[in-house]
Structure formats: structure tokens, C-alpha cells
């Protein structure tokens, strides 16, 4: 089965604004002669590995005020996460972040040889991800830094059944219109059944995942908040359903209503927001969530056992 891939529209590095393009340059001291622009991920800006004249290699974000006006924020969320987390976090590790001419820049390290994993996800590549995941969970409670809490990320965006009990419901999945009532009020007690003091990444998936020969790396942490330690497992198994790999229920079995209280939150999102118009500058952003809506949705019809 085909699913859609976390791809956005690219910026070139040729296209970055040159005073940023000079900056990164004289921090790299050299001229930077390879650009390579990396797949993955939704953002439209620059994500591009980079080598100089004198073999300096680095990995940068940058993003401008164009196409979407929320991007240059999140990358400051980013940016500020990504200056506190402690080496003992399987990241890259941050070399510089600045603001010019209205980009906000991230210069992280070159992780050589990293790749994303293999889609449709192969089962060795699954665990070993899975077991890292659970060792930085496990490193991140409680969280070693300073991060909103979950409800300060998401509050805004997980009131998707909420929502839909007021609009236009044509298109809903049937299941999803008979327990309409139900799912939104299961949904408003995601915030208490989400407390926890560890830092999740929040936004975990084979595009924010990079794989060398003996490390398993976490890239992307704009949506890094203090949340349950389960958060991240959760979320992640979503998408590993999407894409090619086991469905969710098979690989995470605590029976806990907390669970399945933020799980009826995180499908909301899903299902609602799938049926917005395209934010600009992100054309493939609804199919990606509507895939992830499906699969969710399936795991939430089992946990809740609502027929």
C-alpha cells in the first residue's frame, strides 16, 4: 500500500537570502562548494547539507517570513529546545542559531552517514528505533530542561471532536459521526490525562529519524513540551502503522484510559484538520494528516470498544 510521504516544498540554498547565506559561510570559515538539499519533513525553507572549500561540513535549517507566515516562529521554538538539550539526548548537536534579515537559522551538525529509516519500515529497523526511544523517554523523565507543558503545544489544536460536533459533518467517517458526542467529551479530558514531567519530542516519525551503522539519532524538536513519558511511543506508531509497518495496537498494549483519553485528542486533530484547506506553502501536509487520521482512528474504535 502506497502512503504519503512527510514532504514538503524545499527552498534551494541558492535561494536562501545572501546575508544569511554569507553568515553561515564566514561561521563555517569557508565558502561553502557542495549543497545538498535533504527530503523529509514539511516545512517550506532550507534543510540542506553543506560542505566548504576546507571540508567543513554542517547541516542547516533556515527558514524566511515566505510562503507561511508560522514557520520562522516554530524554528525559534526549535532553536531554543535544540540550544538546551543536554548531550546525553541522541540529537545533533546544535553549532549555532541566529535571526538575519528576518530568517531564523539553525546550524546543526553533519550526522555522516545518517539516513532516514527504510519505508515501508523493515521490523529490525523498527525495534531498534523503538528501543531507542524508549531509552530516551526513560533519559528525558524528568525532562533535564526548561519546556512548555503539553496542554501550552497543543491546547489550541487538540479540540478536533469539539470542533466537529458544531460543523458540517458530510464526508465523516460513520463510526466517527455515531460516537461524534462521545469522542468530543473523551477529548476534553486530554489535558489531565496527559500530565507527565518528561520531555517528549512530540512530533516522532521516520522523516524526524536518522539511522547510522550503530546510532539511532532524533532530529526536529520545534514540539519538544513536558508531557507523559508514553507520549512520543504513542504518536510514532501512527505513523509506523501509515507506513507499511505493524498497526499500532499490536505494538502498544497498556489497557490505561489515560491513553486512550489523549489518543481520542490526537485523532481529533488528525480527522479535522485533514479537512482544512491546505495551509500556504504546504500543499501535502491534509493528505499526510488524513492517512494518519485512518489509522488512528482504527486504533481509538478498538481501545474504546464503542461499536
Request: hydrophobic share 40%.
Amino acid at each position: 500500500m502506497s502512503h504519503p510521504p512527510a514532504a514538503g516544498t524545499r527552498v534551494p540554498w541558492h535561494e536562501v537570502h545572501p546575508e544569511v547565506r554569507a553568515a553561515v559561510e564566514e561561521f563555517l570559515g569557508g565558502r561553502v562548494v557542495e549543497a545538498s538539499t535533504q527530503p523529509g519533513g514539511f516545512s517550506p525553507a532550507a534543510a540542506v547539507r553543506l560542505r566548504t572549500e576546507g571540508g567543513r561540513r554542517a547541516f542547516v535549517k533556515a527558514v524566511g517570513p515566505e510562503p507561511n507566515p508560522d514557520t520562522p516562529g516554530i524554528y525559534r521554538s526549535e532553536l531554543k529546545i535544540a540550544a538546551a538539550l543536554p548531550a546525553s539526548v541522541p540529537a545533533p548537536r546544535l553549532l549555532t542559531g541566529f535571526e538575519l534579515a528576518g530568517w531564523v537559522v539553525l546550524v546543526f551538525e553533519d550526522i555522516e552517514g545518517g539516513r532516514h529509516p527504510e519505508l515501508p519500515w523493515r521490523r529490525d529497523e523498527l525495534d531498534r528505533v523503538l528501543e531507542a526511544v524508549e531509552s530516551m523517554s526513560a533519559a528525558l523523565t524528568p525532562s533535564p530542561i526548561d519546556a512548555p507543558r503539553i496542554e501550552e503545544v497543543f491546547g489550541p489544536k487538540f479540540d478536533g471532536w469539539r470542533k466537529l460536533t458544531k460543523e458540517d459533518p458530510d464526508g465523516l467517517d460513520p463510526w466517527a459521526l455515531r460516537h461524534l458526542a462521545e469522542l468530543a467529551e473523551l477529548e476534553s479530558g486530554w489535558v489531565a490525562a496527559a500530565a507527565g514531567d518528561s520531555l517528549v519530542h512530540a512530533d516522532l516519525r521516520a522523516d524526524n529519524i536518522l539511522l547510522t551503522d550503530d546510532r539511532v539519532y532524533i532530529v526536529d524538536w520545534p514540539w519538544a513540551c513536558l508531557g507523559p513519558p508514553w507520549f512520543d511511543r504513542m504518536g510514532m506508531l501512527i505513523s509506523v502503522g501509515m507506513q507499511g509497518g505493524p498497526p499500532p495496537h499490536e505494538l502498544f498494549t497498556d489497557p490505561d484510559q489515560a491513553v486512550t483519553a489523549v489518543l481520542a485528542a490526537l485523532t481529533g486533530f488528525f480527522v479535522r484538520q485533514s479537512r482544512q484547506p491546505d495551509p500556504p506553502g504546504i500543499p501535502t501536509v491534509r493528505e499526510f494528516q488524513r492517512a494518519h487520521g485512518v489509522i488512528a482512528l482504527d486504533w481509538l474504535r478498538r481501545r474504546t470498544g464503542w461499536s
